[in-house]
């Protein structure tokens, strides 16, 4: 895959040039007029425009209010490379997503910029137009359709036009050559006519590069420019980015809603795999593979790596290695989430029985989980507290250890912020935000997340575990190697929550019912 001539082939090549090597080009005149000549037209229809479009409107004239007269620049990212000249499928930024509706693998380099105009003369009557920039599809006849590997149409298919951006997302569009200059334009001290400008930044460092280099050019005396103050301007754009996302649009519903039922048939191939996984020496991988080949099938991809634990695996909080063998008479803890072609992910967790039964101890600590989720729903509640949710859950917890005779002090002292002794099998949180991200609005302040009130709209985990690993000399043997987590998304609403992932059982009799019915059918389809 080469983009530049190999004509040289010298010791003195550069290295990064000769991933080049493997191949020549053609560079003759005549090729190049060949390549260009006799292609049927492409197609010139338009698409639709989206149904996100009005909803990315309202969510940019929401930030345009927030930051008026500034120019505010909101990068997709560029590719990332993983090695030589293979990249990463690309996912663009998740506020750059969210202000442009745009998900898939739309659009390595994009930039969205939001140009700051007289108050009301913006989109939608906000204080700012809002401009697409992109590298767009080019045409036939030219060198980049068939030598571009990262871009060009014979290489990766046809990327869409700025005609075509334009009618889907109803958001004016503009060549990527033209960014640098959108950018950097009048940019200046605002008491002399200039405009300030706001990145959200660690997303694509030659943007970086760009706002740095113009604020230190226009400053009015660069020796004492702060870069502090300006980190921080920066920083109340991408905290705004992350506060705006905490109340999803009815358009995002659906999307969460989406992304939940593909998680929910990923896990019925989870269990149909699990007679394969029983007898596969790396039968977690045959796990995470039968979801993945779900999430692919019915979405963009995963949300976040799929944790595949069985028996004392499961008591590692993020065991996404998933290397281990699946036996009969362990727990599997499967914390897996569909990406909806949106982006919008599910976050789901269900620990099951390996051969569909419980054993008494596994259904004792499965139904002290399950008692500390519901807990946590009963906790969720307009107007409460996010906080609540996981006190609610982790006192259960606590007092449940101790009924046990596991905690080494009373459950008062334990639940006390002196104590917390109960979070020795429980030590994460018990919800998250969830939405474009799996752990969403990752830059809101505490105030408004943590210690943040619950409202309509509100997508989020309750999520409560215990976990006993077979190395913990403060618990019973016949505790030892068993990890339980029980996971849900719940959208909260004016009538209290609502549980999305209902659609998987929480009991444990309805799995194994759940469970049994489905290796019948697999039985007689056989
Ligand atoms: N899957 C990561 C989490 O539950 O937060
Ligand atoms: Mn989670
Ligand atoms: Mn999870």
């Known amino acids: 895959m080469n983009v530049a001539d190999n004509t040289q082939n010298s010791a003195s090549q550069p290295l990064d040039e000769r991933v080049n090597n493997r191949s020549q080009r053609p560079s003759s005149d005549a090729f190049k007029a060949f390549m260009a000549s006799n292609w049927a037209p492409s197609n010139q229809e338009l698409p639709a425009r989206d149904a996100v479009a009005d909803f990315a409107a309202t969510r940019r004239a929401a930030i345009s209010a927030k930051f008026p007269g500034e120019r505010l620049v909101i990068p997709a990212g560029p590719l990332k490379v993983r090695s030589n000249d293979c990249d990463y499928r690309f996912r663009p930024h998740s506020a750059f997503a969210h202000l442009t ?104 460092e030659n943007i970086d590069a760009l706002v740095d280099t113009v604020r230190y050019n226009t400053a009015k005396d660069p020796d004492t420019l702060d870069l502090a103050v300006l980190d921080a301007l920066d920083e109340k754009l991408s905290e705004a980015l992350s506060e705006l996302r905490l109340i999803k649009d009815s358009w995002e519903i659906e999307q969460m809603e989406i992304a939940v039922a593909a998680t929910v048939e990923g896990f019925e191939e989870v269990v149909k795999s699990l007679p394969r996984a029983l007898t596969h020496v790396r039968g977690e991988r045959v796990i995470e593979g039968a979801f993945f080949a779900r999430a692919r099938e019915a979405g963009n991809e995963l949300g976040y790596d799929t944790i595949a634990a069985a028996g004392n695996n499961a008591t590692v909080l993020h065991w996404t290695r998933n290397t281990g063998t699946v036996s009969a008479g362990e727990l599997l ?141 403060a618990i019973p043997e016949e505790y030892r190697g068993i990890g339980v987590r029980i996971e849900d998304d719940i959208l909260m609403t004016a009538n209290g929550p609502v549980n999305l992932s209902a659609g998987l059982p929480r009991e444990a009799t309805e799995i194994e019912d759940w469970m049994a019915g489905i290796f019948q059918a697999a039985d007689a389809g056989k």
């Open 101 to 204: 509706g745009l998900g898939l693998d739309h659009e390595p380099d994009a930039v969205l910029i939001l140009d700051p105009v007289a108050e009301g003369m913006g989109d939608g009557g906000a204080h700012h137009s809002a401009t697409l920039y992109f590298r767009p599809l080019a045409g036939r006849d030219t060198e980049q359709f068939y030598a571009d590997s990262r871009s060009g149409e014979f290489w990766i298919g046809a990327r869409p036009t700025l005609a075509e951006f334009e009618a889907k997302l109803g958001l004016p569009t503009a060549h990527i050559d033209g960014l640098e200059t959108a950018i950097t334009k009048n940019v200046g001290a605002t008491e002399i006519g200039g405009t300030s400008v706001r990145l959200v930044r660690k997303v694509d």
């Open 333 to 473: 803890l499967l914390d897996a989430g569909v990406e909806a072609d949106s982006l919008y992910t599910a976050d789901v967790t269900r620990t099951l029985p390996v051969n569909g039964t419980f054993n008494e101890v596994q259904r004792k600590i499965y139904q002290a989980v399950l008692d500390s989720a519901d807990a946590g729903f009963a906790a969720a509640q307009p107007g409460t507290k996010f906080r609540d949710i996981h006190t609610a859950a982790t006192t259960v917890l606590a007092e449940r250890l101790d009924s046990w005779g596991l905690l080494p002090v009373s459950v008062e002292e334990a639940i006390s912020p002196e104590g917390q002794q109960h979070r020795r099998w429980m030590p994460h949180g018990t919800s998250h935000h969830l939405g474009l991200d799996v752990h969403d609005c990752a830059q809101a302040k505490r105030e408004l997340y943590l210690d943040g009130i619950l409202e309509e709209g509100m997508v989020f985990t309750i999520e409560p575990g215990l976990y006993f690993k077979s190395e913990d000399l």
